[in-house]
């Protein structure tokens, strides 16, 4: 598999990345993760998961201030990179086109 190739805990991430914007840091990406999509993920694999697409280059960080409701704790707050919205599109685009390619289960 190619570097722009993305797994499905992946994909689910980089979309909630792109929906919560900056409120995408991990413990807001594990409670959506569960709250629309329907599953409990540790915190330690969306941290694993973060910390892949980073490396990979489709996701960047940087800390958000010190927060009083945290206890002066800051957030790593994830951003989508280019990259991360090439791969997000071509890995819609290949399930779209196999999708379409099986009459009785194609998009109407």
Request: hydrophobic fraction near 40%; glycine fraction near 10%.
């Amino acid at each position: 598999m190619g570097k722009d190739h993305i797994g499905e805990l992946e994909e689910l991430v980089l979309l909630l990345i792109v929906m919560l914007k900056e409120d995408a840091y991990g413990l807001a990406i594990r409670r959506t993760l569960k709250e629309q999509v329907g599953r409990l993920i540790t915190i330690g694999a969306i941290h694993g998961t973060l910390n892949r697409l980073e490396k990979k280059g489709f996701a960047g960080s940087s800390y958000s201030q010190a927060t009083e409701v945290r206890g002066g704790r800051s957030k790593r707050i994830f951003t989508i990179t280019v990259s991360g919205r090439k791969a997000l599109q071509k890995s819609r685009d290949v399930k779209v086109n196999l999708w379409m390619q099986i009459p009785e289960l194609a998009l109407k």
